[in-house]
């Protein structure tokens, strides 16, 4: 069965500091991943997808995010961090059941920016 | 384009009552989803919807009922609230596999807030 590991429910940055966050899936078959960002009070908005084209992925708002296969891994970074960065975000993967492709969330990573 | 709508935004409603929560897309897609977001648990599927006519049960659908008469319109039915149906739910919508995609993008919409006391 398909999971996603998110490590850190909390991650805090300075302005202008590396953004990592970290992903960890597990899928006995070639996994869809993607990145999902929610700003207070909103909905789920796509930031990038993996879908078995370049293992390199880049996505809004400056995000990019590289699929590793042999560490089952799929971390999300960002060079800068910019004070409107601040979200939670999540990590999920697809997942074949009954021919629908349902996707499976990690627990979230609460982005928190300080000038 | 709307996207998906949601209605009400909040809600609180009593153990034992029941309610409908309301889910709208205009963008003619045919797979339709109801999730339940708890803090630290990421969001988990309760029902989803393959066309108008189609439902299937997702990981957590006790409590809930749905159907899906129109392509548009997606409602999610508590039939009798319970403290542990306190969440945030979201809709989404996206397209389905015609072309030989395998997955297409999901469209959010801005969520219910629901209490039950």
């Known amino acids: 069965a398909q999971s996603v590991t998110q490590l850190g429910s909390h991650v805090s940055v300075s302005e202008g500091a590396l953004v990592l966050l970290r992903c960890n899936y597990s899928?006995?078959?070639?996994?869809?991943l993607f990145w999902y960002v929610q700003y207070p009070n909103q909905g789920l908005q796509l930031l990038l997808k993996y879908t078995s084209a370049a293992t390199l992925v880049k996505g809004i708002n400056g995000f990019e995010a590289e699929f590793k296969k042999s560490e089952t891994s799929f971390h999300l970074t960002k060079p800068s961090a910019h004070m409107s960065d601040a979200a939670e975000y999540f990590c999920a993967v697809t997942a074949i059941s009954g021919g629908y492709n349902k996707l499976i969330f990690g627990a979230g990573t609460r982005l928190a920016v300080h000038p | 384009n709307a996207g998906v709508t949601q209605t009400p935004k909040f809600q609180v409603l009593k153990t034992g009552q029941s309610m409908t929560l309301q889910c709208a897309q205009d963008m003619n897609h045919e797979y339709m989803s109801w999730y339940r977001q708890d803090p630290g648990m990421g969001l988990r599927l309760i029902h989803y919807?393959?066309?108008?006519?189609?439902?299937d049960q997702g990981e957590v659908p006790n409590g809930y009922n749905v159907s899906r008469s129109t392509t548009e319109d997606f409602p999610l039915r508590l039939l009798s609230a319970a403290p542990s149906q306190t969440s945030v739910y979201f809709c989404?919508?996206?397209?389905?596999?015609?072309?030989?995609?395998?997955?297409?993008?999901?469209?959010f919409g801005p969520g219910t807030r629901l209490t039950v006391l």
């Open positions: 919807s393959v066309g108008a006519g189609i439902t």
């Open positions: 989404a919508s996206r397209r389905g596999l015609a072309g030989g995609s395998s997955y297409n993008e999901q469209f």
């Open positions: 899928s006995s078959v070639p996994p869809y």
